[in-house]
């Protein structure tokens, strides 16, 4: 991508939040010299404002002032409830946050009342159920109403971590043989011990048939099968040829989760170019 010439840009007297341009700098192509309303001059380049300096630095440092101000004045930044307010506020509007995605990412907001105000939010938890010395399990967690809907004070209640599992199972049920399981009841009932394994593969839309039986594959590998390595070794070939002659049908194989596995006794001609 060719790069832009802003040499030939004039913007003397101009304004760009608190910096007024006042010349350009001899010698250079886009540096200018701005006087900032605080009264400090700053030398900076045409692309410096268009990625959105506004000051000499000054706002920033007074935003921070601001910010620390404010967690002097409710006196919570170490409770359990700042820590969930600050994590809410990160999710939907904090593009680098991990759960950004889902949340902002979606159009899920905070509303105004809330956003702008840690005490409203801790004034509507305390007047609706929230117990910050409930712990582990009992530990409560701000829950929306409609998965879809903002976090404001009518679409927001507490629960624990086990009846936000409960109403994720009330909701969502699948089919398999005839009957309705949620996916925790699934994983207890077919002693799938990890139940994560169940719900990243729903959300992949396969089906329990389909994750029972890749379960049962993984954890009860049949007797009559050698993982690669191990055949590999026995026939001084590399793992990776190996493999190559399974998905040729040279070899008599399969991949069962992330392992490879060759028939035992298995040993046909095999071209190796």
């Not at 506020?89 to 990412?105: A, D, E, F, T, V």
């Not at 967690?141 to 086990?162: H, M, Q, V």
């Not at 990243?200 to 048939?209: A, E, T, V, Y």
């Amino acid at each position: 991508m060719q790069r832009k010439n802003y040499s030939n840009i004039d913007i003397k007297g101009q304004k760009f939040g608190r910096l007024t341009a006042l010349k350009k700098v001899d010698g250079t192509k886009s540096q200018w010299l701005f006087m900032c309303d605080c009264g400090k001059e700053i030398q900076l380049s045409y692309s410096r404002l268009l990625s959105g300096q506004l000051s000499c630095g000054c706002l920033a440092k007074e935003q921070r002032k601001e910010f620390a101000k404010s967690l002097k004045t409710h006196g919570d930044s170490n409770t359990k409830l700042y820590r969930k307010y600050k994590s809410m506020l990160q999710r939907c509007y904090n593009p680098k946050s991990k759960n950004y995605k889902r949340y902002g990412g979606r159009g899920i907001n905070v509303c105004d009342e809330w956003k702008n105000s840690y005490i409203a939010f801790k004034n509507w938890a305390l007047s609706t159920g929230y117990d910050p010395t409930k712990d582990g399990r009992k530990e409560q967690s701000i829950d929306r109403i409609d998965n879809n809907g903002n976090y404001c004070p009518e679409n927001c209640k507490w629960s624990t971590a086990l009846e936000q599992q409960k109403n994720r199972d009330i909701t969502k049920l699948y089919p398999y043989k005839d009957k309705m399981y949620s996916a925790s009841e699934f994983a207890d009932i077919f002693n799938i011990s990890n139940k994560s394994f169940v719900y990243r593969r729903l959300d992949k839309q396969q089906s329990l048939d389909f994750i029972l039986e890749e379960w049962n594959k993984i954890h009860n590998v049949p007797n009559d099968l050698i993982e690669v390595k191990d055949f590999a070794k026995a026939h001084n070939v590399h793992e990776g040829t190996v493999k190559r002659w399974i998905r040729q049908g040279k070899l008599n194989g399969e991949k069962i989760g992330r392992k490879w596995f060759v028939k035992k006794g298995e040993w046909k001609e095999v071209n190796n170019g």
